[in-house]
Nanobody
Framework: QVQLVESGGGLVQAGGSLRLSCAAS????????LGWFRQAPGNEREFVAADGWSGSYTHSADLYADSVKGRFTISRDNAKNTVYLQMNSLKPEDMAVYYC?????????????????WGQGTQVTVSS
């Protein structure tokens, strides 16, 4: 069974940093494009970042939402079968449940329905 498990969420002050991790099992992420999405209470799930498959052990994202460009970085470690989201300069509007996702494709996507596998989410809270 395919499992994606997010971790690393928590409480951080505005301007601080967090690194989210997503550990995969039952699937090899080296053959998959990866993405991060988030959902705040009362809002729809929105795209954050996506990383296309490259065949290398690690590489950076090809796509970012405008709201996180220059602050967030997506990366992967194929040897550890894990994808990361480094979040810097966090703002209160970044508060949400963050989800990782995977799709059996080379190219990245900002559309949630393109992804086959999803994690359970991890909560990120940003205080002033």
């Amino acid at each position: 069974q395919v499992q994606l498990v997010e971790s690393g969420g928590g409480l951080v002050q505005a301007g601080g940093s967090l690194r989210l991790s997503c550990a995969a099992s039952g699937v090899t992420i080296s053959t998959h494009a990866l993405g991060w999405f988030r959902q705040a209470p009362g809002n729809e799930r929105e795209f954050v970042a996506a990383d296309g498959w490259s065949g290398s052990y690690t590489h950076s994202a090809d796509l970012y939402a405008d709201s996180v460009k220059g602050r967030f970085t997506i990366s992967r470690d194929n040897a550890k079968n894990t994808v990361y989201l480094q979040m810097n300069s966090l703002k209160p509007e970044d508060m949400a449940v963050y989800y990782c996702a995977a799709r059996a494709a080379i190219t990245p996507s900002d559309r949630s329905y393109d992804y086959n596998y999803w994690g359970q989410g991890t909560q990120v809270t940003v205080s002033s």
